[in-house]
T-cell receptor, first 116, second 115 residues
Framework: AQSVTQLDSHVSVSEGTPVLLRCNYSSSYSPSLFWYVQHPNKGLQLLLKYTSAATLVKGINGFEAEFKKSETSFHLTKPSAHMSDAAEYFC??????????????FGQGTILTVHP | DGGITQSPKYLFRKEGQNVTLSCEQNLNHDAMYWYRQDPGQGLRLIYY???????QKGDIAEGYSVSREKKESFPLTVTSAQKNPTAFYLC??????????????FGPGTRLTVL
């Protein structure tokens, strides 16, 4: 069984300040983890993914996430927020590819607001 | 350009009507998926297909039907049996290798409203 919890439903930052979106997961195996971003009335865009290689994963638009097995966390960070980062972010967990079809489990989402 | 297209972007339906949402991909992906998204909730899987002429129910398949006659296309029909069909519907696809699926990529979505 697997689950994912996004610890904040809303995060508000000022432009130019750091962003931290928190995600904890629960899994009975070593999962694959993803962050997706969704702008209003749009589809989901892949930001980054962790698949048991390097624990620090770099994604698009300056985002990165660190896989911490001991803390079962996969927090998303960005050093300096931009207005265009305002969107909803989803943390997603999936069983390893080696277990055949991997059902995605989505977090509830975190809405990021960026103030000028 | 390669990608996933969904049409229409907005769809309005009267109660008791069936409607079909289109999803097409030119990424040569084997696997395709339909999700439903409601406000304040994550995505929930309706149906998925790993290969042409085969599909499986997801977590909330009741009131929905699909077909997979072509690799590129995976249409979703929302039937009158679906009790609360108003939602944002997202299609996704993924490459598979040896029966194992990779990262899922999403289309732009269709917003369905029942009047």
């Amino acid at each position: 069984a697997q689950s994912v919890t996004q610890l904040d439903s809303h995060v508000s930052v000022s432009e130019g300040t750091p962003v931290l979106l928190r995600c904890n997961y629960s899994s009975s195996y070593s999962p694959s983890l993803f962050w997706y971003v969704q702008h209003p009335n749009k589809g989901l865009q892949l930001l980054l993914k962790y698949t048991s290689a390097a624990t620090l994963v770099k994604g698009i638009n300056g985002f990165e996430a660190e896989f911490k097995k001991s803390e079962t966390s996969f927090h998303l960070t960005k050093p300096s927020a931009h207005m265009s980062d305002a969107a909803e972010y989803f943390c997603v967990v999936r069983p390893p590819r080696e277990t055949s079809y991997g059902k995605l489990t989505f977090g509830q989402g975190t809405i990021l607001t960026v103030h000028p | 350009d390669g990608g996933i297209t969904q049409s229409p972007k907005y769809l309005f339906r009267k109660e008791g009507q069936n409607v079909t949402l289109s999803c097409e991909q030119n990424l040569n992906h084997d696997a395709m998926y339909w999700y439903r998204q409601d406000p304040g909730q994550g995505l929930r899987l309706i149906y998925y297909s790993q290969i042409v002429n085969d599909f499986q129910k997801g977590d909330i398949a009741e009131g929905y039907s699909v077909s997979r006659e072509k690799k590129e296309s995976f249409p979703l029909t929302v039937t009158s049996a679906q009790k609360n069909p108003t939602a944002f519907y997202l299609c996704a696809s993924a490459v598979t290798s040896g029966g194992l699926e990779d990262t899922q990529y999403f289309g732009p979505g269709t917003r369905l409203t029942v009047l």
